[in-house]
Every structure is written in structure tokens, then in C-alpha cells.
């Protein structure tokens, strides 16, 4: 069960945020996706939502993650995981995130916060305090390696074009070159979909899974959605999909299509 291990783990500690200069979510958005892996059609499931807040008169967007394993997977394989983002919506700056995860015995547990005066971040993990650290911020707009793919819905790529991200996963930061490769058709879990289709390459040493000879794909419905319509993690050892199965509208498109 390592490689759906890996897309799920992944996915709770990566909560989709910044597009358009702000959010890629926005108040009241979510997304359901359903995870199948080999044999197993209902292997996971990922839940990703955001809700506006205010703190000192801020504005702030916090965007939560859960996911979990499902069905006759959750008997051989439980696994549970959280992520929490909170995101300045003056200038769709990442202020801090946390995440845990647990699988039988094995669990995770840490939290990052951002200091943008001292160009820092403090990165704690509770439970291996040795890996707790400060790292320095590089240049550019920070992300996370699922929400750049899902940001990539606002640049408006065409079959041949790419865009850069510096991401962060955990407590390393690395560049991502995200390619647009082609239009295809593809199943989703509501038939076949016209969709882009975008794949993420890291520039410089392979890391993580990429070392590993890993690939990640991701179609963004052609259309004027443009959702996040699916995903793939493909490692030597076999593919997980996650389909998007339910999107909520945000709150403020909902009050305008109830007028």
C-alpha cells in the first residue's frame, strides 16, 4: 500500500490556495475527490474546503483537507489525515499550515509559520522535535505542490506552454516546472471530459517521489470550469486516481445564481 499511501499523505498535507494573486479556492468552495488504486475503485476519499475568517480585522482564508482510506483498503490499510492552511486574502500570502497524519501505529504531526519580515519560516515537528528548524524563504510566490497544479487552472496554459511554482512539501522547498501537454479526453467520474492535460517536472535534483522515477498528472476540464477533474500519481509499482466526484460552488457565486 506504499504508493497509495503516498498520494493520500500527500494530499492531506497539501491544501489547494494561491491563484489570481490570491486564493485558487475561495469562501465556501470544496472539493470531494474519490481515490481508487488498482483493483480497489473506492480505495480513499479527499475532502478539500474553504472558509473566510477574520482576525484583528484581517481577512483570512482557511482551507482544510481530511482524507482518508475506504472500504475493504481501510480494513488492510487505515490511514487518516489533516491539513489546515491559513492564507492572507489581502495578498494570498501562506501565514501558516498544519498537518497529521496516522496509520495504525505510525503517526505524523507538524506545523509551519511563516514570518515574511525575517524571510523565514519555523517549521515544528511535534513528535521528532530533532527536525524541528528555521528555513530561509526563497524568492517568489510560495505554494504547495497540489495547489500549484490546481493553480494552474487560472493561468490559462496552452498544449506547449509551462509555468514555474516554488512549492513546498513538508520542510523542503524545490521549483516545479509545470508543462501543458496536450488536450485529451478522459474518464472522470461523470463520463468522458475534454480536459488539459498538465504535468509537473522538478528542476534540479529529483526529490521524493520524482526520485523514485515518479510521475503526477493532472487533467483541468476544458471548459469554462476548469475544474481539477483528476489526478494520477503513476510510480513503478502501480497508479492512484483521485476523481473529483462533488464541487461546491464558492459562497459568493451561489448568492448571485440564487438572485
Request: charged share 25%.
Amino acid at each position: 500500500m506504499t504508493l497509495l499511501r503516498f498520494i493520500l499523505l500527500g494530499l492531506a498535507l497539501c491544501a489547494p490556495a494561491l491563484a489570481d494573486g490570491v486564493t485558487a479556492l475561495r469562501d465556501g468552495e470544496a472539493y470531494t475527490y474519490r481515490v481508487s488504486w488498482g483493483p480497489f475503485g473506492s480505495a480513499g476519499e479527499i475532502k478539500v474546503a474553504a472558509a473566510k475568517e477574520t482576525a484583528d480585522g484581517v481577512p483570512h482564508l482557511r482551507i482544510t483537507t481530511r482524507t482518508s482510506t475506504r472500504g475493504m483498503v481501510r480494513l488492510l490499510f487505515p490511514f487518516d489525515g489533516s491539513g489546515d492552511s491559513l492564507f492572507d486574502l489581502r495578498d494570498g500570502r501562506l501565514l501558516e499550515a498544519q498537518a497529521k497524519t496516522q496509520a495504525r501505529k505510525e503517526r505524523t504531526q507538524a506545523s509551519i509559520v511563516f514570518d515574511y519580515t525575517q524571510a523565514t519560516a519555523s517549521y515544528t515537528d511535534y513528535l521528532k522535535p530533532k527536525r524541528s528548524s528555521t528555513l530561509a524563504l526563497p524568492d517568489g510566490q510560495l505554494t504547495d505542490f497540489i495547489t500549484s497544479l490546481i493553480q494552474a487552472r487560472s493561468w490559462n496554459l496552452t498544449p506547449g506552454q509551462s509555468h514555474e511554482a516554488v512549492v513546498l512539501f513538508d520542510n523542503e522547498f524545490y521549483t516545479l516546472n509545470i508543462t501543458a501537454e496536450r488536450i485529451e479526453t478522459v474518464e472522470t467520474a461523470h463520463g468522458k471530459k475534454s480536459a488539459l492535460l498538465l504535468v509537473p517536472r522538478m528542476i534540479g535534483t529529483p526529490k521524493g517521489m520524482f526520485r523514485k522515477g515518479g510521475e503526477v498528472h493532472v487533467w483541468i476540464s476544458d471548459d469554462g470550469a476548469r475544474l481539477p477533474v483528476r489526478f494520477e500519481v503513476r510510480l513503478p509499482v502501480g497508479t492512484a486516481v483521485a476523481l473529483l466526484t462533488e464541487h461546491h460552488e464558492p459562497a459568493a457565486q451561489v448568492a448571485r445564481l440564487d438572485r
